[in-house]
């Protein structure tokens, strides 16, 4: 019986062991970051990977191919940002707060697919790509906040961006971009942005931030009939007055 029950329980094991999730970027995805891929085979699920040192961590594949990486705020030794670039199904990427120093360019030829990017709170240098170039339909969100970024912002961005957030780069320079038509909301504090204010805002941009630059010029009249509920400008160089607050924006709300 003994005997039985011990045969049962060790197929049982093996029956475990051999469910893995399989994946054909296991091999790609260990060579580029080895102590969170530590399996060349499976990488398909979040128990196929070292997420101990991580407080927020996924990973999911769509045809075998890894199209969800949340791996974040993570106690990982500080090293050069892994080529994501080679995870070419790649939808949604979050790797913020685990201590990346390198270029962001190295995020320049991310999958078409891309979808979102956090990498805020790394250390990441250098210029933001030029991602308007790219076919990048369905790239929605890019936070950079808290990085070591500098350089001028890209003229033009995927026009799918719906939320931009770049605060906290203080070697940032140059002028505000052309705005994507479909922005909802654009953050950028403290960094060093010069040059003036749009003269109109995106019909669905409803937040737009950038304390703390040095932005010159007047507030456009635009203002006023914009959507925007959320309008901080504090501390740079704008003059002239303040024009009519636009509806969506009540002053003591
Ligand atoms: C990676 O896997 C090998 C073999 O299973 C194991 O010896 C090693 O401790 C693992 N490393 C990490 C960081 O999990
Ligand atoms: C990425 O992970 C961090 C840490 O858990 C979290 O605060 C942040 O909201 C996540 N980013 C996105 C876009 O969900
Ligand atoms: C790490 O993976 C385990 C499963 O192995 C899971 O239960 C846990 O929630 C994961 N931790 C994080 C931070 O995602
Ligand atoms: C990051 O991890 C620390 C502990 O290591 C925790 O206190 C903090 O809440 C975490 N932050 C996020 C955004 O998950
Ligand atoms: C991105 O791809 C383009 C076109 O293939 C290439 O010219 C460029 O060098 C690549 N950039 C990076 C940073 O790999
Ligand atoms: C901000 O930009 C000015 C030039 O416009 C430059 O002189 C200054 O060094 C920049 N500040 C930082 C912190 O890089
Ligand atoms: C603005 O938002 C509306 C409603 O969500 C959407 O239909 C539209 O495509 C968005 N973009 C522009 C440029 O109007
Ligand atoms: C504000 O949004 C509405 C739709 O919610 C749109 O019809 C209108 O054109 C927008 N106004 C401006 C100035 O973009």
Redesign the pocket.
Known sequence: MKTFMLAIIVALARLVASVGSGGLDCAVAHAIWPEVFNDTANCCDVLDINNATATNAYVSCTNQRIDTLVFANSTLQSRDIPDFTLLTALTYLNVSSNGFTGPLTTLTNLSSNIEVIDVSCNKLTGSIPDWSVGAYSNFAYLDVEDNEISGSLPMFWPDSLTEIYLSNNYQIMGSLPTFP??LQVFESEATNLTGNLPLSF???LTTFIVNDNQIEGTIPSSFSTSNLSIFQVENNKLSGSIPNLPKTLHPCS
């Open positions: 038509s479909n995106p019909v669905n």
